[in-house]
């Protein structure tokens, strides 16, 4: 095995062995799908930013009476797709 390998197959295994049957909480699970859960997240919150920012300079040009509503809308959205914990947490 090379030594990069070493370090994450190693915590994983160790991840693996803190579920059992006194712990059903799925802490392997956890552990090995946590990654791919920030890899996905990180995908979104880019994409949300990147589509956001300029719609929101646009939409500051702009003199529409509602555009402190959409402004919020925009801010929401970004909090919501990049909020929130990056690990996955509990059942």
Request: proline content about 11%; glycine content about 16%.
């Amino acid at each position: 095995m090379r030594p990069p390998f070493l370090v994450p197959g190693g915590g994983l295994l160790l991840a693996a062995c803190t579920a059992g049957p006194d712990r059903p909480d799925g802490g392997a699970l956890r552990a090995i799908a946590t990654p791919v859960h920030v890899a996905f997240k990180a995908v979104g919150c880019v994409a949300t930013v990147a589509l956001a920012a300029p719609g929101a300079a646009l939409l500051a040009m702009t003199d529409r009476p509602d555009k402190v509503r959409l402004g919020g809308d925009l801010e929401q959205g970004v909090a919501h797709n990049c909020g929130g914990p990056w690990t996955l947490g509990g059942p």
